[in-house]
């Protein structure tokens, strides 16, 4: 087994992964991990890597780069003795008439035990929709917002509202965000099933550059209300949209903490405030705070995820 030591953190690898390849790099942040795969193989697909369950950040021709929290993706947690340990797997899903075999690496970052740190009750990637005093609360609406879904079918081209909102009790106000946002044709994401991005890279919704998709104004910074326009997915099957909800503090918004749509004949814009759309310059490469990040700043909100569904998209002529 390989070790070596990354910004404070150990790093652990299958050496027999690396003497094959020779182009795995997994750097171990405080609170995140960076990996970065330079494919040799001829005729492969970086598009088709996983880390866990989260697609690669950005890729090029021969290689794919992840900038991922360690409470996403789906990485195991595991506590031993004095160790605090992160492990997911890196999987090529190889399509059935490729050349390129399926494979998968183990990528695991251990970190010395903070000796204050207990296991909390709540864990952000539980699909409680409750967070401490917070409850997390996310649906298909009518048209106007007003009430639920009439129909779960849409029309190819239609308009699916969807609105998120968190309820506080006891906490500060907090504005909610949609970081991420997928489409699957399963309830649970797995590494070969077959997704959609909707929004990415922390914030961004992809789904505005080529379509009529937006982030409508807001009622209440609790609130946040998406139109999304259907696209050309799983037609006719059960469709899951798999959400991350940031419930984060209103005066703390940076590129990774934003919610930002494109907007024909302007560009990116924040919904928020205009006169920070700054912050969406990064959705055309990778989002990254240029504050020091650790886990003393998650005090500043919480994360909770989600699913909404199952809907069906239908084909207008059918």
């Known amino acids: 087994m390989m070790v ?33 795969w330079t494919e040799s193989r001829p005729q492969a697909d970086t598009s088709l890597l996983r880390l866990g369950s989260c697609f690669p950040t950005s890729f090029s021709a021969g290689e794919a780069y992840f900038y991922v929290d360690l409470t996403d993706c789906n990485f195991r947690r595991l506590v031993t003795g004095d160790a605090l340990v992160y492990s997911n797997d890196l999987t090529y899903v190889a399509s059935a008439d490729s050349y390129n075999l399926a494979f ?5 970052c251990a970190y010395e035990r903070p000796k204050d740190w207990y296991a909390a009750i709540y864990d952000p990637v539980f699909k409680t929709y409750s967070l401490g005093d917070l409850q997390f609360n996310i649906g298909l609406m009518n048209d106007d917002f007003s009430g639920p879904a009439e129909s779960t079918r849409f029309p190819l081209g239609s308009i699916i509202p969807i609105m998120a909102s968190v309820v506080q009790e006891t906490h500060q106000p907090l504005l909610l965000l949609l970081e991420e946002c997928v489409a699957a044709t399963t309830p649970e994401l797995y590494p070969e099933s077959t997704m ?6 922390k914030g961004c919704l992809l789904e ?54 494109f907007v024909e004949g302007h560009g ?4 928020d405030n205009l006169a920070q759309s700054n912050l969406c310059d990064c959705c055309e490469s990778i989002c990254k705070s240029r504050r020091q990040r650790s886990v003393a700043s998650e005090k500043h909100g919480m994360v909770q995820k989600a699913v909404i569904g199952p809907f069906t998209i239908t084909d207008v002529n059918s």
């Open 196 to 201: 959609y991005p909707i929004i990415s890279n």
């Open 104 to 108: 998968t690496h183990p990528v695991v």
């Open 268 to 271: 990116w814009e924040l919904l």
């Open 4 to 36: 070596s030591f990354c910004q404070g953190a150990l790093l652990l690898s299958l050496a027999a992964a690396m003497a094959v390849y020779a182009d795995m790099k997994v750097d171990c942040g405080p609170d995140f991990v960076t990996l970065m």
């Open 208 to 261: 505005s550059v080529s379509s009529r998709s937006k982030f409508e104004p807001r009622q209440k910074s609790s609130e946040i209300r998406l139109s999304l326009q259907t696209f050309t997915f799983a037609m006719g099957e059960e469709v899951f949209i798999h959400c991350k909800l940031l419930a984060w503090d209103p005066n703390g918004l940076d590129s990774t903490k934003k919610a930002c749509h």
